[in-house]
């Protein structure tokens, strides 16, 4: 098992945007696209195009010894996070409808359900396993490979968001040593609350 930087000319790029779309919002998911074809679509194209969250700078892929990918991890800094350069890329991939729902609502999304990240911040975005991986510690393996990262990039604490619903995710983040520092229930989208969780490294 390797934990590797996404390489465009050889990864699965359809399979790394399936699994985050799986990972996303149900309220986020509607931005992408107007289905899951669409969505997935979307997110390869800026997968590909890079200089966004998606970007492939951002995307690490687990894989075994035949190549195959287990599991991916979009991650970030907080010094490397632009708020311009994402919606200027946005502005290429979506459809101009959708990306004006994009700036209204994912705006309001990123405010109100997830982590405000300063400068000495390494965030967690997506983490998925393969459905046929699961089981396998594959999970607690980008966690250990993230914290990693986060070192080598002179962090101090490593954030991410996770929702009321998901008590699996919920359970493993804090077996590994995170800790909930804040919850997030947004009047705006009922039924979408989410818990702010950090490790911290120093």
């Not at 890079?50 to 907080?78: A, C, K, R, T």
Request: glycine fraction near 8%.
């Amino acid at each position: 098992m390797k934990f590797v930087k996404l390489d465009t000319n050889k990864h699965d790029l359809n399979k790394v945007s399936e699994l985050i779309y799986e990972t996303e919002l149900t309220i986020f998911k509607q931005l992408l696209g107007k289905d899951e074809k669409d969505a997935t679509e979307n997110i390869k194209n800026l997968v590909e195009l890079g200089n966004n969250y998606f970007g492939h700078e951002n995307i690490h892929v687990v894989i075994d010894g035949n190549e195959d990918m287990m599991g991916i991890l979009v991650s970030f800094s907080g010094k490397e996070t632009s708020f311009w350069n994402d919606f200027k890329v946005y502005f290429k991939v979506l459809t101009f409808y959708n990306f004006l729902k994009c700036a209204v609502k994912g705006t309001l999304i990123n405010k109100s359900l997830t982590a405000s990240l300063g400068k000495d911040d390494y965030y967690l975005s997506n983490i998925a396993v393969d459905p046929q991986y699961r089981g396998q510690g594959i999970g607690t393996y980008i966690l250990k490979n993230a914290v990693k990262t986060a070192e080598e990039n002179g962090c101090r604490r490593v954030l991410l968001d996770v929702t009321f619903k998901n008590k699996g995710a919920k359970r493993l983040y804090e077996r590994f040593g995170f800790k909930v520092y804040s919850k997030n229930t947004p009047k705006l989208f009922k039924g979408h609350g989410t818990l702010s969780m950090e490790y911290l490294l120093h």
